[in-house]
C-alpha cells in the first residue's frame, strides 16, 4: 500500500484558468461523441422522441396505440421536446445528444477534479467510465448514448456525487430531486445511495436539521417526476396491475430487471451464475479493494458511500428475485423498479474514479511510477475507442435498426434489408394519409419514426401505465400469435391470412399493412401499393387491407 497522509481532494486548488476547464470538459465531450456518435436513431430514440413529438403534436401519427398512452416523462417533454415543433426528429436527436453529452462532461469533470484535482486526469477517467460501462454491466444500463430524459437525468446524478465528494451535503439534495423530475428511478435510488453515503460519513456529515430546507425543495422538485408514475396504476384494478406488471418483467423486460433470464454460465454441467452478474461483481471486488487501499482520500471515502448505495441496492434486488422464485406476482411488483440499474452506472464511476486517484497517489509517491500508470491510462483509452469504432466500422445502420430488422447472409445484403426498409418508409411518408394507421413487420421499431404514421402495435414501444401494458400484450398476441413462430423464427404477417388480416384491421382501425417478403413469398390478397407494377421488386411491399 503506498504511504500517505490522509487528503481531501476536495480542498486542492481548482484549474489554473477557465480555460483549462473548458478545454478538459470539450475533450471528454469529444470522446463522448467517438464512442456514442453513431447515426440516429438509437435504441430508444426512436421510442422517446416519437412520444415526445406526438407529446406537443397530437395529430402526428395520431392513431398510434403507443403514442396515445399514458405520458410518464413529463419534465423530458416540457424541457426538450418542443423542439420537435420546429425540427425533423433526426436533428432534434442530434441536438439531444450534443447537449446531454456537454452536460455529463461538464459534471463529469467537476466531480474527477474533486477527488483527483491533476489536469487531463478527468478525460482519462472519463474514458474508464466509458469502457468499464460498456463491458462490465449486469442489466444494461448505459449513461451516454442516445438522448432520453434519463441523460438528464444521470447530468443532476453526477452533480449530487459532487457535492457529496466536496461534503455539501445540502445543495445534493435539490440535485437528487431534479433527476427525479426528469426520471423517477434514476433519481430516486440516487437519493437512496445519499442516504448511504450521508450514514456511512460518520462526523463527516451534516446535521439532519440542517438539510431540511433543501430536503424540502428536492422533495417538491421529484413530485414532478413521481406523480405521472403513480398515476400509472391509480384506480386500476389490482388484477390488471398484477397482469401488468407479469408483462413488464418476466415477458418484455426481463433482460433488465432479473436475473432469473440472464445468460447463464455451465460450470461441472450445472447453471452456476448469469455471465453478466458474475461480471459486475468482478468489477465490485475491483472497487471494493481500491476504496480499502485509497480509503485515506477523504473526498473520495464520501463518494465511495454513494457508491457502496449503489451496490447494495443492486445486492437487494437479487435478494429479491432469489427470494421471490415461487412467488411471481410479488416478484413483478417489487422487480420493476430497476434494482440494477444505478449499480450498473455508479459502480464505473467508483472504479474509474479510484484508479484516477490512484494515479494521483503515485505520482506524488514517485512522479516516474505515476507516468508510467499515466501512459498505461492512456493507453487503455485508446485500446477502447479503437474497439468500439472497429464494431460499428462495417455496419453504419443506426442503433435502433440494428436491434431488430432482418440480417443477410453477409453484410452487403443486411445493409440491402436496410436501405430498402427505409424507402419503403419514405414511400408511405409521402403517400399515405398522415392519419394512416399500418400494421407493420415484427421485426423493425422505427416505422413511426421514418413514416410519421401509427401502428397498431410494435414490440419495442411497450406503454408504461398499467390498463395499456394489458392491452398492448393483446395487440401482440393478436397481431404477432405464437403459432406463426418457428425455430427458425417468425414467419411473417401473411400467414394469418387476408380473412384474418381484414378483421384485425377493422378491429384496431388499419387500413394498410406493411409486410417483410424476405420471410415467405405468400401474397396477402390484397390491393398493392407498394412497390407500383412497374418498378423492380421490394424486400418490403406495402397493401390496402379494405379498399
Given at each position: 500500500m503506498i504511504a500517505a497522509a490522509p487528503t481531501d481532494a476536495a480542498q486542492a486548488p481548482r484549474p489554473r484558468t477557465w480555460l483549462w476547464s473548458l478545454s478538459?470538459?470539450?475533450?471528454?465531450?469529444?470522446?463522448?461523441?467517438?464512442?456514442?456518435?453513431?447515426?440516429?436513431?438509437?435504441?430508444?430514440?426512436?421510442?422517446?422522441?416519437?412520444?415526445?413529438?406526438?407529446?406537443?403534436?397530437?395529430?402526428?401519427?395520431?392513431?398510434?396505440?403507443?403514442?396515445?398512452?399514458?405520458?410518464?416523462?413529463?419534465?423530458?417533454?416540457?424541457?426538450?421536446?418542443?423542439?420537435?415543433?420546429?425540427?425533423?426528429?433526426?436533428?432534434?436527436?442530434?441536438?439531444?445528444?450534443?447537449?446531454?453529452?456537454?452536460?455529463?462532461?461538464?459534471?463529469?469533470?467537476?466531480?474527477?477534479?474533486?477527488?483527483?484535482?491533476?489536469?487531463?486526469?478527468?478525460?482519462?477517467?472519463?474514458?474508464?467510465?466509458?469502457?468499464?460501462?460498456?463491458?462490465?454491466?449486469?442489466?444494461?444500463?448505459?449513461?451516454?448514448?442516445?438522448?432520453?430524459?434519463?441523460?438528464?437525468?444521470?447530468?443532476?446524478?453526477?452533480?449530487?456525487?459532487?457535492?457529496?465528494?466536496?461534503?455539501?451535503?445540502?445543495?445534493v439534495w435539490i440535485w437528487v430531486g431534479l433527476a427525479s423530475a426528469f426520471h423517477v428511478l434514476v433519481g430516486g435510488w440516487s437519493g437512496i445511495a445519499v442516504l448511504f453515503a450521508w450514514l456511512l460519513a460518520g462526523k463527516d456529515r451534516a446535521p439532519l436539521l440542517s438539510m431540511a430546507p433543501t430536503l424540502l425543495i428536492g422533495l417538491l422538485f421529484s413530485l414532478l417526476g413521481l406523480i405521472p408514475a403513480v398515476l400509472l396504476t391509480w384506480g386500476v384494478d389490482s388484477g390488471v396491475v398484477i397482469q401488468a406488471n407479469q408483462i413488464y418483467v418476466f415477458e418484455r423486460l426481463p433482460h433488465h430487471l432479473t436475473v432469473r433470464q440472464m445468460e447463464w454460465i455451465p460450470w461441472l454441467g450445472v447453471d452456476w451464475l448469469p455471465l453478466p452478474v458474475l461480471r459486475h461483481f468482478g468489477l465490485m471486488l475491483v472497487w471494493v479493494l481500491l476504496a480499502v487501499l485509497l480509503r485515506g482520500e477523504k473526498s473520495l471515502r464520501r463518494l465511495q458511500g454513494f457508491v457502496a448505495g449503489a451496490a447494495a441496492i443492486a445486492i437487494g434486488g437479487i435478494a429479491i428475485d432469489l427470494a421471490t422464485l415461487h412467488a411471481p406476482d410479488l416478484a413483478a411488483r417489487l422487480l420493476r423498479l430497476y434494482w440494477y440499474r444505478l449499480s450498473d452506472a455508479v459502480l464505473p464511476m467508483g472504479v474509474s474514479l479510484s484508479l484516477g486517484v490512484g494515479i494521483m497517489?503515485?505520482?506524488?509517491?514517485?512522479?516516474?511510477?505515476?507516468?508510467?500508470?499515466?501512459?498505461?491510462?492512456?493507453?487503455?483509452?485508446?485500446?477502447?475507442?479503437?474497439?468500439?469504432?472497429?464494431?460499428?466500422?462495417?455496419?453504419?445502420?443506426?442503433?435502433?435498426?440494428?436491434?431488430?430488422?432482418?440480417?443477410?447472409?453477409?453484410?452487403?445484403?443486411?445493409?440491402?434489408?436496410?436501405?430498402?426498409?427505409?424507402?419503403?418508409?419514405?414511400?408511405?411518408?409521402?403517400?399515405?394519409?398522415?392519419?394512416?394507421?399500418?400494421?407493420?413487420?415484427?421485426?423493425?421499431?422505427?416505422?413511426?419514426w421514418r413514416s410519421g404514421r401509427a401502428e397498431v402495435v410494435n414490440w419495442k414501444n411497450l406503454p408504461q401505465d398499467a390498463q395499456a401494458i394489458v392491452l398492448w400484450k393483446q395487440r401482440i398476441e393478436?397481431?404477432?400469435?405464437?403459432?406463426?413462430?418457428?425455430?427458425?423464427?417468425?414467419?411473417?404477417?401473411?400467414?394469418?391470412?387476408?380473412?384474418?388480416?381484414?378483421?384485425?384491421?377493422?378491429?384496431?382501425?388499419?387500413?394498410?399493412?406493411?409486410?417483410?417478403?424476405?420471410?415467405n413469398h405468400q401474397r396477402p390478397g390484397m390491393i398493392r401499393l407498394y412497390p407500383p407494377p412497374a418498378e423492380p421488386g421490394s424486400i418490403y411491399e406495402v397493401y390496402q387491407i379494405d379498399p
Open positions: 478538459e470538459t470539450v475533450l471528454i465531450w469529444l470522446l463522448a461523441m467517438l464512442c456514442y456518435g453513431w447515426p440516429v436513431p438509437g435504441v430508444n430514440e426512436a421510442h422517446y422522441l416519437a412520444k415526445a413529438k406526438h407529446f406537443w403534436d397530437p395529430s402526428w401519427a395520431a392513431g398510434d396505440f403507443f403514442l396515445n398512452s399514458s405520458d410518464t416523462h413529463l419534465v423530458f417533454y416540457w424541457t426538450f421536446g418542443w423542439l420537435t415543433l420546429f425540427l425533423p426528429l433526426t436533428a432534434v436527436a442530434w441536438v439531444g445528444r450534443l447537449v446531454t453529452w456537454a452536460l455529463l462532461a461538464w459534471a463529469w469533470r467537476r466531480l474527477s477534479w474533486t477527488v483527483a484535482p491533476i489536469p487531463t486526469l478527468s478525460v482519462l477517467t472519463a474514458a474508464g467510465f466509458m469502457a468499464l460501462l460498456t463491458y462490465c454491466h449486469m442489466a444494461g444500463e448505459w449513461v451516454l448514448g442516445g438522448v432520453e430524459a434519463k441523460g438528464f437525468a444521470f447530468f443532476f446524478m453526477l452533480l449530487a456525487m459532487q457535492a457529496v465528494a466536496a461534503g455539501r451535503w445540502r445543495i497517489r503515485l505520482t506524488a509517491w514517485k512522479k516516474p511510477v505515476g507516468q508510467y500508470a499515466m501512459l498505461w491510462a492512456i493507453a487503455g483509452c485508446i485500446a477502447f475507442a479503437v474497439q468500439v469504432r472497429s464494431e460499428h466500422a462495417n455496419d453504419p445502420r443506426p442503433d435502433a435498426d440494428r436491434q431488430t430488422l432482418p440480417v443477410g447472409q453477409n453484410m452487403e445484403q443486411t445493409l440491402q434489408i436496410y436501405e430498402e426498409w427505409r424507402r419503403v418508409c419514405e414511400w408511405v411518408d409521402k403517400h399515405l394519409p398522415a392519419d394512416a394507421v399500418c400494421i407493420t413487420p415484427r421485426r423493425q421499431q422505427t416505422f413511426t393478436n397481431i404477432y400469435p405464437a403459432r406463426l413462430y418457428a425455430p427458425e423464427g417468425w414467419k411473417g404477417l401473411t400467414r394469418l391470412g387476408p380473412d384474418r388480416l381484414r378483421k384485425l384491421g377493422q378491429r384496431y382501425g388499419a387500413r394498410y399493412l406493411v409486410v417483410d417478403r424476405m420471410l
